[in-house]
DNA sequence: TGCAAACACTTGACTCGTTCAAGAAAACGA
DNA sequence: TCGTTTTCTTGAACGAGTCAAGTGTTTGCA
């Protein structure tokens, strides 16, 4: 957990603008792993009551730009950030609940990073997903598609 | 490419009712891999013209549950579309125009099937999506982030 | 410190992929 | 062929995200 002075440093550091919004997003991303832009909103707001939803939108995006956040969106989700850049990890979702957990990839540095067959692209990141049932949900003896694109929220905390 | 009494065969063997719109829409997405679902609705009228979206987008869903065909959503992106299931196969995505090719992962069989440290979840799929630039777009010296996230058709035809 | 230019934020409307819901039509086992 | 069940049509609605015009801040520089 980082504070607010070094929140700015970083926001300095990659050429950005300081302004209270920007600030208080780059905080709330790292307090709040994963969590998607309506509870971002929700997290600064709690810094700066009167902060726009557009302006959040506005700060993300500059952010992940930036490279200081990264933007990540399994499938049937809505955007995710989270603050933990630059060393390429991969993300386990839970099906049902939605719950999202970091992984290490198991082949090590550059997982996966070379297709078999490139078709001809020059690939530069390999974005891995693991799909299954977190823990809690693998106990319980839920339907497992009840939950599933739901809003998820907050449910890794 | 299969027939259409192939197609009203793959039906039956997945339980599902043999509909004019659900034939259609098998072998819409049989001829157009990776194809968006406007795409799609697009193909079928063109077999069925008076189909209206949303039972192809019915159709789509049952298929994909019956596992007949596969659905993938590369972030940023609407779904898509595509029959080729059954091998794990992954993606390789254009970050410029959006172009999409299949690849075989480099691992083998199961990819990536194993996250070092699964947090305890119960994994039973990895999904892996390399980004880059496709062979058009990595000479072509446009701006690559000029149409991310456009509505991309059909450029993999 | 004060100014100007560039940039960020507010407000509010809007887009578009997708889903919901109610009733009509079609598929299929008996 | 009949009746039940499922699917399709129609039309409205939802929601994450974007657009656009105008106002407010930040910051480099005098």
């Known amino acids: 957990m980082a504070t ?6 970083m926001l300095r550091g990659a050429a950005l603008r300081v302004t209270r919004p920007r600030v208080a997003v780059l905080g709330a991303v790292h ?6 832009t309506d509870s971002i909103i929700s997290a600064v707001r709690r810094d700066v009551p009167k902060v726009s939803h557009q302006a959040v939108y506005d700060s ?3 952010l992940t730009d930036a490279g200081l ?12 950030y989270e603050a933990r850049v630059g060393d390429n990890h991969h993300h386990i979702v839970c099906r049902s609940c939605g719950a999202i957990a970091d992984a290490d990839c198991a082949a090590g540095e550059a997982p996966c990073m070379t ?7 020059a690939i530069d990141e390999a974005e ?27 449910h890794h905390v």
Not at 4 to 9: A, D, G
Not at 69 to 80: D, F, K, M, Y
């Open 31 to 36: 307090a709040h792993p994963h969590a998607d």
């Open 115 to 121: 297709a078999s067959d490139d078709s001809g692209f």
């Open 69 to 80: 956040v990264r933007r990540i969106q399994p499938a049937g989700s809505v955007a995710r």
């Open 4 to 9: 607010t002075v070094e929140y700015r440093q």
């Open 60 to 62: 993300l995006r500059a």
């Open 128 to 154: 891995v997903i693991y799909w299954g049932l977190c823990p809690a949900c693998s106990t319980v003896p839920t339907s497992p598609s009840a939950n599933l694109a739901q809003p998820w929220r907050e």
